[in-house]
């Protein structure tokens, strides 16, 4: 599988998206006349997997989806994936898959995948809940119609005709450390043991160095010295996109806020080692933020940690 480093999953410009192209109204038409054209179905929030090789989607051929949907325009284009034009189709809630492949979330199926597919399927699925999400125009409430071979929905009445773009959520996460120990948090809902990074939405008005300060003093109480951006992940679970920092503490006592987190810790690499924590799975920002920090211990890297405890996963 291949993972550049400090891309994380979901990520990367495996498809090329054809910005330029969807200003020809004809383009969407064009590209489903292609041979080779392929779509991917959505279900719910479920999509298609191989049966037998779960690192891969199953596309389907336009027609298997057309009779699903209102019309082809219906159809969202991604652009060009693997030499061919790559739709998106949102299909309803029921599986019309003739048996074949896995049925699968993309939050199941994101440890399985393989990474250039993961992030295609992470596009398609982020496209199909925004447009689930923008049916009416948000200003005068009349029926939306997709454009721009889906990428946008306008307002259906010629006097509003405001247009409604894909939208992407800001939120910070971020692995604050005093040098030795990593300020890791807790929600209720989590499972027994689990810990991760502390994280949350930009609100408007903020920069994300406002929104990393205000969080982690939100939820623990504690103040930092120094921010330093590390790298992101979209987290289509609908619209996120996940910016990770590092920060360095300029205090340590901590203060949860119950509202927000459960607890929260100062963890030292050897609580880590000792299994004293279950860290979230080596396929999130979350992760890699951890072993950005872990990594320069001198006790082994966390990957290589991770491929040996039982908390890889949970
Ligand atoms: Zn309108």
Same mark, same amino acid.
């Given at each position: 599988?291949?993972?550049?480093?400090?891309?994380?999953?979901?990520?990367?410009?495996?498809?090329?998206?054809?910005?330029?192209?969807?200003?020809?109204?004809?383009?969407?038409?064009?590209?489903?006349?292609?041979?080779?054209?392929?779509?991917?179905?959505?279900?719910?929030?479920?999509?298609?997997?191989?049966?037998?090789?779960?690192?891969?989607?199953?596309?389907?051929?336009?027609?298997?989806?057309?009779?699903? &949907?209102? !019309?082809?325009?219906?159809?969202?284009?991604? $652009? /060009? @994936?693997?030499?061919?034009?790559? +739709? =998106?189709?949102?299909?309803?809630?029921?599986?019309?898959?003739?048996?074949?492949?896995?049925?699968?979330?993309?939050?199941?199926?994101?440890?399985?995948?393989?990474?250039?597919?993961?992030?295609?399927?992470?596009?398609?699925?982020?496209?199909?809940?925004?447009?689930?999400?923008?049916?009416?125009?948000?200003?005068?409430?009349?029926?939306?119609?997709?454009?721009?071979?889906?990428?946008?929905?306008?307002?259906?009445?010629?006097?509003?005709?405001?247009?409604?773009?894909?939208?992407?959520?800001?939120?910070?996460?971020?692995l604050?450390?005093?040098?030795?120990?990593a &300020?890791? !948090?807790?929600?209720?809902?989590?499972?027994? $043991? /689990? @810990?991760?990074?502390?994280?949350? +939405? =930009?609100?408007?008005?903020?920069?994300?160095?406002?929104?990393?300060?205000?969080?982690?003093?939100?939820?623990?109480?504690?103040?930092?010295?120094?921010?330093?951006?590390h790298?992101?992940?979209?987290?289509?679970?609908?619209?996120?996109?996940?910016?990770?920092?590092t920060?360095?503490?300029?205090?340590?006592?901590?203060?949860?806020?119950?509202?927000?987190?459960?607890?929260?810790?100062?963890?030292?690499?050897?609580?880590i080692?000792?299994?004293?924590?279950?860290l979230?799975?080596p396929?999130s920002v979350s992760f890699q933020l951890i072993s950005s920090w872990f990594d320069r211990?001198?006790?082994?890297t966390l990957a290589e940690l991770a $491929? /040996?405890?039982?908390?890889?996963?949970?």
């Amino acid at each position: 599988m291949h993972r550049p480093p400090k891309i994380n999953l979901f990520a990367g410009a495996h498809v090329d998206r054809l910005a330029i192209d969807r200003r020809d109204p004809g383009v969407l038409t064009k590209a489903l006349g292609e041979a080779g054209a392929r779509v991917v179905p959505i279900w719910g929030s479920e999509t298609l997997i191989h049966e037998g090789d779960p690192a891969h989607a199953l596309l389907l051929a336009p027609e298997e989806c057309l009779d699903h &949907l209102d !019309g082809p325009e219906q159809l969202i284009l991604l $652009g /060009r @994936y693997r030499g061919a034009p790559l +739709f =998106v189709a949102d299909l309803g809630h029921a599986p019309a898959t003739q048996g074949r492949g896995q049925v699968l979330d993309l939050r199941m199926a994101g440890n399985l995948l393989d990474f250039n597919e993961a992030g295609m399927l992470a596009y398609a699925r982020a496209m199909v809940f925004w447009k689930r999400r923008h049916r009416h125009c948000g200003s005068c409430g009349a029926a939306a119609v997709p454009e721009r071979a889906g990428h946008v929905m306008r307002c259906s009445d010629g006097a509003c005709g405001a247009t409604w773009f894909p939208r992407v959520d800001p939120a910070i996460i971020v692995l604050v450390t005093d040098g030795e120990r990593a &300020l890791l !948090g807790r929600q209720a809902a989590w499972p027994a $043991g /689990r @810990y991760s990074t502390l994280a949350g +939405f =930009v609100e408007p008005g903020e920069s994300l160095e406002d929104t990393v300060h205000r969080e982690v003093f939100e939820e623990t109480g504690v103040r930092l010295a120094g921010i330093e951006y590390h790298s992101s992940q979209p987290w289509p679970f609908p619209s996120s996109l996940m910016l990770g920092f590092t920060a360095m503490a300029a205090s340590t006592d901590i203060r949860v806020d119950d509202d927000e987190l459960e607890d929260a810790r100062w963890f030292s690499r050897d609580d880590i080692t000792a299994g004293r924590v279950v860290l979230p799975p080596p396929t999130s920002v979350s992760f890699q933020l951890i072993s950005s920090w872990f990594d320069r211990g001198g006790v082994g890297t966390l990957a290589e940690l991770a $491929g /040996r405890c039982t908390w890889q996963g949970r």
